[in-house]
């Protein structure tokens, strides 16, 4: 039989890239819909575009360059720009610009609209009233109007339709009837009867510039939390320089962006770390609160890790960069928020395919409105008065910032305290889980082991004990040697110097103490255990320490549970979600620590290796259980990536970034209970608005077409609609 080859199956079709665009332009759901379609007709390019952030995070083959996805969306109508790390960084500006612009229209619109709807509205009726009109409405549909019209001109050069659409059609409906009304005289003396409409043309535009204006201003406080964490970067940074003459050690201000990988530069109190890093001389307090959450500053020496963007609160820090720029844990931080308010969840999608053809439709029901009440009225004035209507109140600019306005605001929110949910559908998992399971060490437990008792034989004092073990274990990088060699410092016992040094993996270790052979580890590297010591029974790890074959105390080393896991669990118990001890460590150990902190003792899994937990987890799956597992990110990859939804603890590596569904900045287990609440608050909020926006349009637009709205109502209404939805989000800004 001929081996196969792999030429049918080229690589280059499963090996996607991704690349995140800048997108400039979008107003409502259906510009989302325009965008994604377009980028969808690219050969095996895929694309989420998310309205709130005005982006779109791209997957697309090697054969696809950036230029064609740029062009692609500015066939749609569109500006786009591929963002980089560096700009990834830095806050949006042309936000501000679009808030400034719409300001001036809105305080131009205002006054005169209010002008011609007195005039209009008002008993007064003189030859020169609807001259006074157009004059003062002509500014307000043409200049104030502007950005609808040429959003409108813009999609249908591109065979498209949107929200823009509908408001250009109407405003522009009102204003060109009118004015040939009263040019040709059609509308002379007949003002009763509604045939003109300059006030409908310049209340509507005046509606819906100042909701555009309240949209974008609260969608900017509902990015505010992120774009504080992207701002949380130093702009310049003190480095240390050795001059080539005098060969001294002088500091230079130099830009953020120039310093490099291994760069020393000083930290002093009060300022902020520029980048991650490793100190390498000084002591002090960081407070890594905007970070992580951690209320309480932690304190750091030489050799000990910071991060970009936390503070320095009190000693001289001199820190080696270790991250610059895009490669640093702030920077991590920000994209995997983004790539959360980027991405959509299932309820969202059916938003968008109704959106998608949402406008065409609503174009047809204007138009079927308009001829029925023309045919039903005999009244074309009246029948463009209630199309009109309808084009306004149908604006579906609700349904699309229902989603994306709470998912940036719930997501930006969980950056600030520690919590990185890493997409929309993590939300709709989380409300699932129904079983959690936790890993052990440095999950439940702090990860720092504690020497907790010394046993001796009679005769031996347990500090004679103590100095032999930490004698031996001072060549040792073990966790449990650590913890020895600590306790013997801190009691102030003398350690005697030793000679040749080995270790027995898993076992122990032995050297030359004073001419005797000392052997610390576990029992099978001993003859004889006295019975004193081989019945102790304690929580924690014992180890042995004897010589001439014979054991001669006992070493108990436990890792201390941290102080707010018992109440984390209760919380969790309390939500109805069963919870389980997933460990490595042995089933004694791991039952005392369950017993510590309520879990019961059944649901301890004990005695597990690393590569071996995810297996665990499938197990529980094949139960019928929705799993969530929480471990630190590292020994626990597998199991994180096999459970339904995986929580990964602590440091924020890239393993525990790349494995789980939600990162847990702090190192407590509160974060857990917390994440649950924030993704169930967030979701249903989500639901809440598309609700509202759902029913808002289902509900108006058959009032609309009955004839029980005028124009100038449903522009307020469809305002109105979209403030309250980013309103409702930003509820989530408390949580």
């Known amino acids: ?86 700009s990834r960084l830095a806050p949006p500006e042309h936000t501000h610009v679009r808030q400034d612009d719409l300001r001036r229209r809105l305080l131009v619109a205002a006054p005169l609209a209010l002008v011609v709807m007195i005039l209009a509205m008002g008993p007064w009726q003189f030859a020169a009233n609807p001259w006074l009109q157009l004059l003062l409405t002509t500014p307000v549909a043409l200049w104030c109007a502007w950005p609808f019209h040429k959003a409108a001109y813009t999609n249908a050069k591109h065979l498209g339709s949107t929200m823009d659409t509908l408001v250009s059609l109407g405003v522009g409906a009102a204003y060109l009837w009118s004015l040939v009304a009263l040019l040709t005289g059609a509308g002379h003396g007949s003002r009763a009867e509604g045939h003109y409409y300059f006030e409908t043309a310049a209340v509507v535009t005046a509606f819906l510039l100042l909701g555009r204006w309240l949209e974008s201003r609260a969608q900017e406080q509902g990015r505010s939390a992120l774009t504080s964490l992207m701002d949380l970067g130093a702009k310049s940074v003190t480095v240390q320089r050795i001059s080539a003459t005098t060969r001294a050690t002088t500091e230079q201000v130099i830009p953020i962006d120039d310093l490099a990988v291994g760069d020393h530069f000083v930290v002093r109190p009060g300022e902020k770390i520029a980048t991650d890093g490793e100190v390498v001389d000084g002591t002090s307090a960081v407070d890594a609160s905007t970070v992580t959450g951690e209320s309480v500053p932690v304190d750091v020496q030489s050799g000990d890790q910071v991060e970009a963007g936390t503070i320095n609160t009190s000693g001289r820090l001199v ?99 520690g919590v990185l949910i890493k997409g929309p559908q993590v939300l709709e998992d989380t409300r699932r889980v129904d079983t959690v399971v936790l890993d ?70 032995s050297a030359e103490v004073g001419g005797t052979r000392v052997t610390v580890g576990k029992a099978e590297l001993f003859e004889e255990i006295p019975g004193e010591l081989a019945t102790l029974d304690r929580p924690g790890t014992t180890v042995f320490v004897g010589w001439e074959g014979k054991a001669r105390g006992a070493l108990t080393v436990t890792d201390d549970v941290r102080p707010s896991s018992m109440q984390a669990i209760r919380e969790l118990r309390t939500r109805g979600l069963q919870t389980w001890l997933l460990t490595g460590d042995t089933g004694t150990n791991a039952r005392a620590v369950a017993e510590q902190v309520g879990i019961d003792p059944e649901h301890v899994i004990a005695d597990v290796r690393p590569e071996d937990k995810h ?121």
């Not at 100095?467 to 013997?488: C, M, T």
């Not at 603890?649 to 789980?660: K, L, P």
Request: hydrophobic share 50%.
């Open 1 to 86: 039989m001929a081996t196969p080859t792999t030429e049918t199956a080229p690589e280059v079709a499963t090996d996607l890239q991704e690349v995140d665009l800048a997108i400039t332009g979008m107003t409502c759901a259906s510009c989302v819909a325009r965008v994604e379609k377009k980028l969808a007709k690219l050969d095996g390019v895929s694309a989420t575009v998310n309205l709130a952030t005005e982006k779109a995070r791209v997957s697309h083959p090697p054969t696809i360059t950036e230029d064609e996805l740029l062009a692609a969306v500015a066939s749609a109508g569109y500006e786009a720009s591929v963002i980089t790390p560096e």
């Open 319 to 417: 820190v080696r960069a270790t991250a610059v720029g895009a490669d640093t844990t702030l920077a991590a931080i920000t994209r995997l928020v983004e790539q959360a308010q980027t991405g959509k969840a299932d309820v969202q999608r059916l938003a968008d395919r109704v959106s998608a053809v949402f406008v065409p439709v609503v174009l047809g029901l204007a138009l079927l409105t308009f001829v029925g009440w023309w045919i039903g009225s005999g009244s074309a004035a009246t029948a463009l008065g209630i199309a009109i209507t309808v084009l306004v109140i149908a604006c579906p600019c609700a349904l699309g910032l229902a989603t994306p306005t709470a998912l940036l605001v719930g997501t930006s929110r969980g950056a600030q305290k």
């Open 440 to 509: 052990k060490t440095g999950t439940i437990t702090t990860g720092q082991t504690r020497l907790t008792d010394i046993a001796a034989e009679p005769g031996l004092h347990p500090y004679a004990v103590l100095a032999a073990a930490a004698a031996v274990e001072s060549g040792s990088e073990h966790p449990i040697a650590r913890a020895i060699v600590e306790r013997a410092e801190t009691k102030g016992v003398k350690v005697p110097a030793i000679t040749d040094f080995t270790s027995t993996a898993g076992a122990g270790a």
């Open 615 to 735: 297996a665990q987890i499938a197990a529980l799956q094949e139960q019928g259980r929705v799993v969530a597992m929480v471990g630190d990110g590292v020994n626990d990859a597998a199991a994180l990536a096999q459970s339904d939804l995986g929580m990964a603890m602590g440091a924020g590596t890239d393993v525990a970034m790349e494995s789980a569904d939600i990162v847990l900045k702090r190192d407590d287990l509160l974060s857990v209970p917390a994440a649950m609440d924030l993704s169930d608050r967030t979701l249903e909020v989500i639901k809440q608005n598309l609700v509202w926006a759902f029913g808002y349009n289902t509900l108006a637009i058959p009032v609309a077409m009955a004839g029980l709205l005028n124009p100038m109502i449903a522009g307020a209404a469809m305002a109105f609609s979209s403030v309250c939805v980013v309103v409702n989000s930003l509820r989530l800004r408390r949580a």
